[in-house]
C-alpha cells in the first residue's frame, strides 16, 4: 500500500478556501464543463438561491431562483439538481415544486421555464446530454442544402423570401458578458417579462426560438440604417448550433424520466416499470443507448443493482423528430409573431397608459368644443359638437363657440392641430402596413409550413408515430387563408379612414384660416372633398369602424362574399341581356326622360 500514497510533494496543490452556509448544496454537477467555474444552491430562509463562483472563490453572480409560474416568490423551495449544457454556457436547474429553469451563464437571467406537471412526485436528478453532429449528405444535395435545409422544403423556400420587421423589443442588456464569450440567444431580454401569449401558445412545444428560420428579422440584426432606409435586413445572424440534437433529462422518485430536445422541445416521458429513483443516467457516445443503475424504493430495503438499465429511443436518432420539432417552432414563431403585431396594432389605435392612441384625440377635442359651447349657451343647455360642424361644413356658419374653438382660445392651436393630425395619421399607418406587411406575409408563411405538414399526413413510412390528419391540417389552412383576407380587409378599412381623415383636416385648417382672417359666414371654394368630411364626421370622429377589429367577436362574413354576388350567373347570360337592352327599340331604359324640345334640365327648371 505504501507505493500507491503520495507523497507531500506529490500532492494535489490547493487552489482556494472557500466558506458556504452549512446547508449549502454542492453537486456532483457543479463544475463547469468548459470553463473554471462552478455553482451552488445557497440557502435562504426556505428556500435556495442560485450561485455561480469562480475555481478561486470568487462569487460572479447570486440570483433568485424560487419563482412560480405567475412570477412571485415561492415561500418554500429548493433546488434538487443541476447540469451544465455541453457548451458551459446554459445551466439547467431542477427544482422542488417540479420545474425546470435554464440560466445563463453571463448573469444568471432565466432563459427559458418549463413547468411539469406531475403530482406527488419530486425530481431527484437532471442530465444535458450531447447530441450527434448533424450527417452531412455528399454530392449534389450537399451543393443544394443551405443550413441544413432540403432543398424544396418549406424553410428552404422560406430562406428565399425577405425577412419580416422585427418586433420592438425595449430591453437593453447592460450586463458585460462573462470572460468575453458569447451570451446566448434569448438572454436577459427575457427576464421576468409578462407573456401577451395566450396558455395554448405558451405551451406549444418549441425549440429555442430561432426568428431567421421563420423568415422573420431579429431585434439583434436590424440595424439602424436598415430601419432609416428602405433596405431589406440580411440574414446576418444565425442560430447558434452548438446544442442541435443535445437532450435534457430528468428525472423523479417514482422511476419516471422526462426528456426534452435542446433542453426546450417535449420528447414525452420514459417510466422504468418499477418504483425507483435514479441517481445517474449515462450515455457513452451521442448515438448510443442511455445507462442507468436505478435505485429500488424497497420498504426498509432500497437497492441498487449492479446491473444497468438499457434505455433506447429509436425516434431521437432519427431525421424526422427533427423535421417536426423544426417546423413546431417556426409555426410557434409565426403566431407569436402575428399576435405581438396585432397586440401592437391595438396599443397604436387604443393607446396606453402612456401613449395617446389615434382612436381617442377626436374625441378629446370634441370635449373641449362641448365645453366651450356650455360656456357661450350657458352649463345646463344640450350640446351637440357633431350637429355644430356639419352645420359648418355644409352652410359656412359658426357659433360664437365655434369661432373660439377654431380661432385657438379652445386649446385647438396650430401646434395641437399638427399634434392631432401626427397622432391620428401615425395610429392609421401603423393598422394599414402591419395588417399588410407583417400579419398577411406571417399568414403565408404559415401556409407554406402547414403544405409541408399535410405531405407529412400522407407519408405514413416516416410520419405515422405523429399521428397527422389531413382534415384537422385543412382546417388550419383554411383559417391562415381567412387571416389573410381579414388582415388585407383590415388594411383597406384603415386606408379608407386615413383618406377620410386626411379631407377632414384639410377642411378644419381652411376652417382655421377662414376664422383667423376674419372671414366667416360666406362659403369659399372647397378644396377638399365634402362628402369625404361628412363620412368622418358620421362614422369616424367619434366612433370608428376600426374600433369593431378590437373589441368584439370576429366579421362572420369574409371580404370575397361581401362581394360576389348571391346568383352567381355566367357570362352567356350576362351578354344575352346586354344585347337585348341594345337591340331594343325606341327609349334607352337607363336614360331619364327629356321635355319634347330635347332640353338637358328636368321639367320647371331653366337655364
Excluded at 117 to 137: F, H, S, T, Y
Excluded at 294 to 322: D, G, Y
Excluded at 360 to 368: E, P, S
Aim: proline share 8%.
Amino acid at each position: 500500500m505504501a507505493a500507491f500514497q503520495l507523497q507531500n510533494s506529490e500532492s494535489f496543490a490547493r487552489l482556494a478556501d472557500v466558506s458556504f452556509p452549512a446547508s449549502s448544496k454542492l453537486f456532483s454537477s457543479s463544475w463547469c464543463p468548459t470553463m473554471d467555474l462552478f455553482v451552488m444552491a445557497v440557502p435562504l430562509s426556505n428556500r435556495h438561491r442560485l450561485g455561480l463562483w469562480k475555481m478561486g472563490g470568487t462569487k460572479v453572480w447570486d440570483i433568485e431562483v424560487a419563482k412560480s409560474a405567475d412570477g412571485s416568490t415561492e415561500q418554500s423551495h429548493s433546488i434538487v439538481n443541476v447540469a451544465w449544457s455541453p457548451d458551459g454556457l446554459q445551466i439547467a436547474v431542477a427544482h422542488d415544486p417540479p420545474r425546470l429553469s435554464f440560466h445563463s451563464v453571463h448573469n444568471g437571467a432565466e432563459l427559458r421555464s418549463i413547468p411539469l406537471k406531475i403530482a406527488q412526485k419530486r425530481l431527484d436528478g437532471i442530465w444535458w446530454m450531447q447530441g450527434p453532429d448533424p450527417v452531412e449528405p455528399d454530392g449534389v444535395t450537399k451543393l443544394l442544402r443551405r443550413e441544413g435545409n432540403v432543398p424544396g422544403s418549406a424553410h428552404s423556400v422560406l430562406q428565399m423570401l425577405p425577412l419580416l420587421d422585427a418586433l420592438s423589443d425595449d430591453t437593453s442588456q447592460t450586463s458585460a458578458p462573462l470572460f468575453n464569450i458569447k451570451k446566448p440567444k434569448g438572454g436577459a431580454a427575457s427576464i421576468q417579462r409578462k407573456s401577451l401569449l395566450p396558455p395554448e401558445l405558451e405551451q406549444f412545444p418549441t425549440l429555442p426560438p430561432d426568428p431567421i428560420a421563420a423568415s422573420i428579422s431579429n431585434v439583434s440584426a436590424t440595424t439602424a440604417q436598415a430601419k432609416s432606409k428602405d433596405i431589406t435586413p440580411a440574414r446576418t445572424e444565425r442560430r447558434d448550433r452548438s446544442l442541435e440534437n443535445s437532450v435534457v433529462v430528468t428525472s423523479d422518485d417514482k422511476g419516471m424520466l422526462y426528456l426534452f430536445l435542446e433542453g426546450s422541445y417535449p420528447l414525452g416521458e420514459a417510466s422504468l416499470g418499477f418504483p425507483c429513483s435514479i441517481p445517474s443516467l449515462h450515455r457513452p457516445s451521442p448515438r448510443s443507448p442511455f445507462f442507468t443503475h436505478p435505485k429500488r424504493t424497497r420498504p426498509n430495503a432500497p437497492s441498487t443493482s449492479p446491473a444497468p438499465v438499457m434505455l433506447r429511443f429509436p425516434l431521437l436518432e432519427s431525421q424526422s423528430l427533427k423535421n417536426v420539432a423544426k417546423v413546431s417552432t417556426t409555426v410557434r414563431t409565426l403566431l407569436a409573431y402575428i399576435i405581438k403585431v396585432l397586440e401592437e396594432m391595438r396599443k397604436a389605435w387604443f393607446g396606453t397608459e402612456s401613449l395617446e392612441g389615434g382612436r381617442d384625440v377626436g374625441r378629446k377635442w370634441i370635449k373641449v368644443l362641448e365645453e366651450q359651447e356650455r360656456m357661450f349657451d350657458g352649463a345646463t343647455s344640450k350640446t351637440n359638437p357633431i350637429w355644430e360642424l356639419t352645420n359648418l361644413l355644409f352652410t359656412g356658419k359658426t357659433s360664437g363657440a365655434m369661432r373660439e374653438f377654431l380661432g385657438g382660445h379652445g386649446k385647438l392651436s396650430e401646434r395641437g392641430m399638427a399634434q392631432w393630425e401626427s397622432t391620428v395619421q401615425g395610429s392609421l399607418t401603423v393598422l394599414q402596413e402591419s395588417a399588410e406587411r407583417r400579419v398577411s406575409p406571417a399568414c403565408e408563411r404559415l401556409i407554406i409550413v402547414l403544405e409541408e405538414v399535410r405531405g407529412w399526413a400522407v407519408w405514413s413510412q416516416q410520419y405515422a408515430p405523429y399521428m397527422f390528419t389531413r382534415a384537422e391540417i385543412d382546417e388550419c389552412l383554411a383559417l391562415c387563408h381567412r387571416a389573410i383576407e381579414l388582415s388585407e380587409w383590415l388594411s383597406k378599412t384603415a386606408e379608407i379612414e386615413f383618406e377620410r381623415f386626411h379631407e377632414f383636416m384639410r377642411w378644419m385648417k381652411a376652417e382655421t384660416s377662414r376664422v383667423t382672417d376674419g372671414v366667416v359666414g360666406d362659403l369659399r371654394a372647397p378644396t377638399y372633398d365634402p362628402l369625404e368630411v361628412s363620412e368622418y364626421l358620421d362614422h369616424g370622429l367619434l366612433s370608428s369602424s376600426l374600433d369593431k377589429w378590437f373589441v368584439g367577436s370576429l366579421p362572420q362574413v369574409n371580404p370575397s362574399e361581401v362581394v360576389r354576388p348571391s346568383n352567381p350567373r355566367s357570362m352567356a347570360d350576362l351578354l344575352a341581356e346586354v344585347n337585348n337592352v341594345v337591340d331594343e327599340e325606341g327609349e334607352d331604359p337607363w336614360r331619364p326622360s327629356q321635355s319634347s324640345f330635347d332640353s338637358p334640365f328636368p321639367p320647371g327648371l331653366s337655364q
